[in-house]
Structures are given as structure tokens and as C-alpha cells.
């Protein structure tokens, strides 16, 4: 009984081992990655776009392992006295956690935050009057805020 039940194991690891070899390394990021994250955090509202229709289709991409993971405006409100920022705040998050991963973060993190302000007055341009200017004035307070502490 011993001896079946040592070769029994020796026959599973080894089919382990054989098929661990047999089916190679796991398949390569495209090579690209760096300028789709390049175009998806850019400023404008054509980067903007892109990466949100992205965001949509996440399994179109998830051959370049991007992390889509937020917690959107982290500790402070999403959608600030009903200013929807909780989309801004979730491309600000893709751009820190995919740069951070590639190790390429304090290259990018002052136009990361440029972009989150560009996003922030877009979703203002909405409004209009005082309500216009204390979406802006929330903007700006937003953006401080991930200059000084993200």
C-alpha cells in the first residue's frame, strides 16, 4: 500500500512538472503598454475618452494587465455637493496605480494630476453661473489636494 501510494505521487508530481514545462512561460504584455497608458493619461478630453471607453471594455485589454482597481476620490466625496468627479477620480487612480507599477511614477505624476484637473473643469464646464464657479472652486481644491498628498 505504501509503495502504490509513493509512486502514485510520484506520478502526479511528475505529470505536475511535465505540464508546468510543456506549457511555457505565460504570454508576454504587448509591447506597447507604455504608450496605450501614455494615451489614456494624457490631459485632453480625447485621452479622457479613450481611456473611459476602455474602462467599459476592460476584457479588450486584459492582455496588457492594466490595474483598473479605485477607490475613486479615496477619503473624500465622490461627487462633491452633486458634482460628479467620481469618473475623473477613477482615471487619476488608473494612471498612479499603472505608473507606479511600471516604476515609472514621479515621471508622470505631475501630468497624472494635470490630467485630474483637466477632467475636474470639463465635468464643470456643465454648469453655469455660481453654480459653475463653486464647481471649479471644488476642482481646484481637488487638485491641491492630489498635488500636495497623492
Not at 49 to 58: L, P
Not at 74 to 89: A, H, L, V
Not at 111 to 137: H, I, M, P, Q, W
Request: aromatic share 14%; charged share 15%; with cysteine.
Amino acid at each position: 500500500m505504501r509503495r502504490t501510494l509513493s509512486a502514485t505521487l510520484a506520478t502526479a508530481a511528475s505529470a505536475v512538472l511535465v505540464g508546468t514545462v510543456m506549457a511555457g512561460p505565460a504570454a508576454a504584455v504587448p509591447a506597447d503598454k507604455p504608450q496605450i497608458l501614455s494615451q489614456w493619461t494624457q490631459t485632453s478630453a480625447s485621452s479622457y475618452n479613450s481611456w473611459s471607453a476602455a474602462r467599459g471594455n476592460q476584457g479588450g485589454w486584459s492582455a496588457y494587465r492594466f490595474d483598473w482597481s479605485t477607490d475613486y476620490c479615496s477619503s473624500s466625496p465622490d461627487n462633491p455637493f452633486g458634482f460628479p468627479f467620481q469618473n475623473s477620480c477613477a482615471r487619476h487612480d488608473f494612471g498612479y496605480r499603472n505608473y507606479k507599477a511600471a516604476g515609472s511614477f514621479s515621471a508622470n505624476k505631475a501630468r497624472l494630476d494635470s490630467a485630474f484637473y483637466e477632467d475636474l473643469k470639463r465635468v464643470c464646464a456643465g454648469y453655469g453661473g455660481a453654480t459653475k464657479v463653486t464647481c471649479n472652486s471644488t476642482a481646484w481644491t481637488y487638485y491641491q489636494a492630489v498635488r500636495a498628498l497623492g
